[in-house]
Every structure is written in structure tokens, then in C-alpha cells.
């Protein structure tokens, strides 16, 4: 790690100290078992073979809760990139722990809906859950400053996403448990969304070229799971996580309104580039995203005609 990386991780540190306590001030112990319907639940028979009739649900919403809890189950990596970068020791480190402890939950409550309710294979879920782990991909960014920005995207992405399958979901629990895991995430975003504001003061210059980066590389969690395109489709057509999602709900009101991007001042020149082709990205993106709803309407709309 370069000295300039070190700079920035100790010239924020009280900032991670201060949005730490606030994150431990504003979070409300839960528990996953509450949320569970084990009424639901009976032994698997040896041999079982799950069947999609088990569970009516579309093969959409299936694939958000599949990936959804996949990426969860990568923890382990998410916790060893995060540690790597910004550091075991201070306020980083506290943060680090207490983040892993509360993704952990993450997993346990929908893994558990998902056993009770027989939503998905639990063979199927399983196998990838192995091969998932062991293959450990996650993203790497270089720098700090590449890693607040892409966390600060990421856990607003995942937070939209679970909220959006939960309300897909045909059942009171499993919306609340998805709910649930969503408004963690919210609350881990707030944390780096308020720390990139914090980096855009110290080094404004760098912290526009990571944006830019991060946005043009940005892809939803849950690389590396198999089959990770055809479910990442199929959650975009359900209205899931799709462009427009991707735009509306984290490009403007993060990128472009909290971290004012436009009015930054004082950008070196590499900077002042950056900041055009990130303006341009989000506005292409944009159009991108109102193309592709408009088209999943007109196909929804022919498809309910052929009923
Ligand atoms: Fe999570
Ligand atoms: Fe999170």
C-alpha cells in the first residue's frame, strides 16, 4: 500500500470513528430465529427431490433469492478485502468486525426462511454455496478510495435488490425478512456514502478518478456465482436490479446529488476528464434504463394480450 493510501485511511480515521458510533447509536438488535416460519418446516425424507411446483414462485424471483443469499455466503472474502484495506487496528478494524457480524445474520435468515419455506432446492443452493466459496471471487478494488466508493455503491445495490425481491415475494415472512436485511444494508451504506463524502474533501482529485472507475466497472455482487449472467437477466427483467434502478436510485441521488460531482472544484486535469466521462456514463446509463424498462413493459403487456 502506497503512503498516499496510508494518508488517506489516517486523515479519516476520526471520520470512520465518529460514523461508527452513529451506525452503533442507530442500530436496533434483531434477531434472526424471530423472523423465521418454522411452523412451515418439516424433516427432509432421504432422497428428497425438490420440485419448482414445491413453491410456486417465478424463475425471476427465485433467481434474486438464490443470488441474494449466495453473495451473502461470500462473507468471507468480503471480510478479508476489507480488512486488507483499510486495516485491522482503530476505528477501521471495529468497523470492520462489527460489519462482518451483522452480514453474518444475513445469511442465517434467509438460508433458514429459505430450508423452512423449500423455496429453492436446498441441494441446488448447497452445491453452489460450495463451489461459490471455494472459488472466493470477489471484487479487488487497488486503492482505498476505489474500495469506499465501489462499498458505498455495493451495499446500496444489494439493499435495493433484496427489498425489491421481498416485495415480489407472495408471503408476509419472507417480505419481512428480506426487509429486514435490506435496512442493514441501508445502514451500511450510509457509513461509506458519508466517508466518500468525507475523501471527496481530503482528496477530491483522486477520489473523482475512483468514482469514475467504479462506476464504469460497477456490476451487482455475485460474480463468480454459477450461471451468474442468466440469473443477473433474469433479476434485471423482473424490475429487480436493472438499469433504471441502477440510475434512479444510486447514480443521481448518490453520486450526483450527495457527492455533488458537478460542482466539485479545484480537480486536477486528470480529474476534470474523469469527472466528464463519469457525467456522460451516467447520463448514457440512464437512457439505457428507461429503453429497457419501456421494453419490459411492452413485453409485459403483450404477454398479458396472449392470456
Ligand atoms: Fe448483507
Ligand atoms: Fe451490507
Redesign the pocket.
Known amino acids: 500500500m502506497t503512503s498516499d493510501n496510508d494518508a488517506l485511511l489516517a486523515e479519516l480515521e476520526p471520520t470512520a470513528a465518529r460514523l461508527l458510533e452513529r451506525h452503533l447509536a442507530t442500530s436496533k438488535e434483531w434477531f434472526p430465529h424471530e423472523l423465521v416460519p418454522w411452523s412451515m418446516g418439516q424433516d427432509f425424507e432421504p432422497g428428497y427431490e425438490w420440485s419448482p411446483d414445491t413453491v410456486p414462485m417465478s424463475d425471476e424471483v427465485r433467481s434474486a433469492l438464490f443470488v441474494n443469499l449466495l453473495t451473502e455466503d461470500n462473507l468471507p472474502y468480503y471480510f478479508r478485502t476489507i480488512e486488507r484495506m483499510f486495516g485491522a487496528d482503530t476505528a477501521w478494524g471495529t468497523w470492520a468486525r462489527r460489519?462482518t457480524a451483522?452480514?453474518g445474520r444475513?445469511s442465517i435468515v434467509i438460508r433458514d426462511y429459505l430450508t423452512v419455506t423449500r423455496a429453492i432446492d436446498p441441494v441446488q443452493l448447497e452445491r453452489a454455496r460450495m463451489a461459490q466459496v471455494e472459488c472466493g471471487e470477489v471484487p479487488e478494488p487497488e486503492t482505498p478510495h476505489d474500495g469506499f466508493v465501489y462499498v458505498a455503491l455495493q451495499?446500496l445495490a444489494?439493499r435495493i435488490a433484496h427489498h425489491n425481491t421481498g416485495k415480489l415475494l407472495d408471503d408476509k415472512a419472507g417480505y419481512e425478512v428480506m426487509k429486514k436485511v435490506a435496512s442493514?444494508?441501508n445502514r451500511?451504506?450510509l457509513f461509506y456514502r458519508d466517508l466518500v463524502t468525507a475523501a471527496l474533501e481530503v482528496d477530491p482529485s483522486a477520489m473523482v478518478g475512483a468514482i469514475e472507475r467504479q462506476v464504469r466497472t460497477f456490476e451487482m455482487p455475485g460474480t463468480g456465482i454459477l450461471d451468474f449472467e442468466v440469473h443477473a437477466k433474469a433479476i434485471a427483467k423482473a424490475g429487480i436490479y436493472d438499469f433504471s434502478a441502477h440510475h434512479d436510485q444510486i447514480l443521481v441521488p448518490v453520486v450526483l446529488r450527495t457527492w455533488g460531482i458537478e460542482d466539485l472544484e479545484g480537480l486536477d486535469a486528470e480529474a476534470e476528464q474523469a469527472r466528464a466521462a463519469l457525467l456522460k456514463r451516467i447520463e448514457r446509463i440512464g437512457k439505457a434504463g428507461r429503453r429497457f424498462a419501456a421494453r419490459r413493459d411492452e413485453d409485459r403487456q403483450q404477454q398479458l394480450a396472449s392470456v
Open positions: 460489519w451483522e452480514e444475513h451495499e444489494t442493514d444494508e451500511h451504506h
